[in-house]
């Protein structure tokens, strides 16, 4: 059984047709780090916010369910339910921005301390700073003392994820952690990150759009595009043989001598309330079925994508096959 | 563990003490001279009636007499010496104007964050009830509270205290409009602390900025209000040693040429609030 199965998630802004997470499904299991990557405003961070109940009050949740270890923590259909405190927490994509800057730093990991995990004060005291020496902070007691203004970037964010050690999550989502580091901190945080989940066989959702880092670090990966799950699999599978013209486009897009340069979305402008496929006013293959909604096709065990084509190519292969 | 990334990260450490001081003075030359003219009266109304006599001492031959090395400002009609009074009134003052500033600040502050977090009905009810307050001038507000509340000066601290709070309510309440849409607030709510918590704990203390400046100004306005109170026969009254008390008595005397019954008193008055006022508009200028 997974660690976290997302089905059907649905998200829209309230009082509007337009989805803006449309049937997006998701299964994450204990030990693993799942890339999510798409462009900017494809409904990552959405997603997440939608599984942390944490969804501003002009968006609502429009259908889906979502379940950690077997246990239901979101239902679109009945309000309330509620996740356990220890479930799921999140790393962040502005560091600074995480951090309460009236706060010592010491003493907001000591709080996930005392609150999440019940540890007495003198206890949390001192696994405060074994924490923020584990993370690579030197001078961990002084910086225990420190406000976030006086911190850099990369020393925020180790905090940040100081405070995810000490929440121990089963489930910890990582909003693009290491945006605004430089490359020697963001390997330090990737392995941060690896060092977490093989100690305590979390889940990671590590939300980015660099594919170099998910190629680097995760097992699977997912792709999202306006809202909806373009392609799901193994890191290898899908960045090897993409089954969804979208994937196939963002693989491209990194390869210099391509020439076919892909608009992005802002230019291009998605229409959030068509019945059809988010991608095919842009996608090259498009054809009369796209107006529908394409279900998830599987093209391996691990292996879904969403698309039409893959379906039609199967045929042609298939025919061939029979005529040779 | 001495790789650039440690040695860029590493936490900045204090100055001299000195240092310090000259780069406040040059970052707020304005807040500096209010509050070397606040330490004045900070120190006249601490020590200040150690050295004088009885405020209310009168000594009807010595009347009216002009400034001298025996009274520095002269007597008033009564033959009181108004260095004595004024130095006596300092305190009152100077505490009257900081505790109505507080109390403003104390229940704005609190009002405010609860408004603005929270929103729903009961920000709307406290936008409207400071949206009524506001439409009074403070001081017109003051008064009538005042006169309804009766003349002492508790009263004349709650209604002045009152006229203000609707300024810090409004403040801190669009601060924490901003602030609770932050990301700390989400790690917060993640972390299992209650909406109350978040809301005092969390959202409070990064929404004050604003009120510490507004604070400066308002301990300024409030020492000319309840002085101005004073001087209109409302909130505290005359014997007691207060500056606008004593330049209410001192007016009646400027016009047979006791000028320094009420001049120096009112100088006071002026001195005190000029004080805050630049404290509080180098603070403010600096921004949040």
Known sequence: MSLLDVRGLSVGIAGKEELLLRDVTLSLQPGEIQGVV??????????????????????????????????????????????????????????????????????????????????????????????????????????????????????CQRVVIAMALAYRPRVLIADEPTTGLDVTVQAQIFDLLRELVEETNCGVLFITHDLGAVAEMCDRVSVLYAGQLMETGTTIETFEQPRHPYTRFLLESLSPQESSRLTSTEEAGVDFSLPGCRFAHRCAHAFERCSDFPQLFQAGPQHLYSCFLGEEEDDVAAQRSQLA | MSSPVVAAASVSRPRGRNAQVLSLLRRYPMASIGVVIMSVYALTAIFGPLFVGDPLSTS?????????????????????????????????????????????????????????????????????????????????????????????????????????????????????????????????????????QIAFRHVLPNSLTPAYTQAALVAGWAVLDVAGLAFLGIGIQPPTAEWGVMVAEGANDVMTGAWWTALFPGALIVALALAFQLIGDDLQGEKR
């Open chain 1, 38 to 155: 798409g462009e900017s405003g494809s409904g990552k961070t959405m997603a997440s916010l939608a599984l942390l109940g944490l969804l501003p009050p002009s968006v609502e949740l429009r259908g889906g369910t979502a379940a950690i270890g077997g246990r239901t923590v979101l239902d679109a259909s009945r309000r309330g339910v509620t996740r356990q405190v220890g479930d799921l927490t999140m790393v962040f994509q502005n560091p600074r921005g995480a951090l309460n800057p009236t706060m010592k730093v010491g003493h907001q990991v000591r709080r996930v301390l005392t609150k999440v995990r019940g540890k007495s004060k003198g206890e949390a005291t001192t696994e405060t700073v074994a924490l923020l020496r584990r993370v690579g902070i030197p001078g961990a007691e002084r910086v225990a003392g420190s406000y976030p203004h006086q911190l850099s970037g990369g020393m």
């Open chain 2, 60 to 196: 009807p031959s010595d009347a009216l007499a002009p400034p001298s090395s025996e009274h520095y400002f002269g007597t008033d009609r009564f033959g009181r010496d108004v260095f004595t009074r004024a130095v006596i009134a300092a305190r009152l003052d100077v505490v009257v104007g900081i505790v109505i500033a507080l109390i403003a600040a104390i229940a704005g502050s609190l009002i405010g964050v609860v408004a603005g977090y929270f929103g729903g009905a009961f920000d709307e009810v406290v936008m409207r009830v400071t949206d009524v307050v506001l439409a009074f001038p403070g001081f017109v507000l003051a008064l009538i509270l005042v006169a309804a509340l009766g003349d002492s000066i508790p009263n004349v601290v709650i209604a002045v205290a009152i006229a203000y709070t609707p300024y810090f309510i409004r403040l801190v309440r669009a601060r924490a409009l901003a602030e609770r849409e932050r990301e700390y607030v989400d790690a917060a709510t993640l972390a299992g602390n209650g909406r109350w």
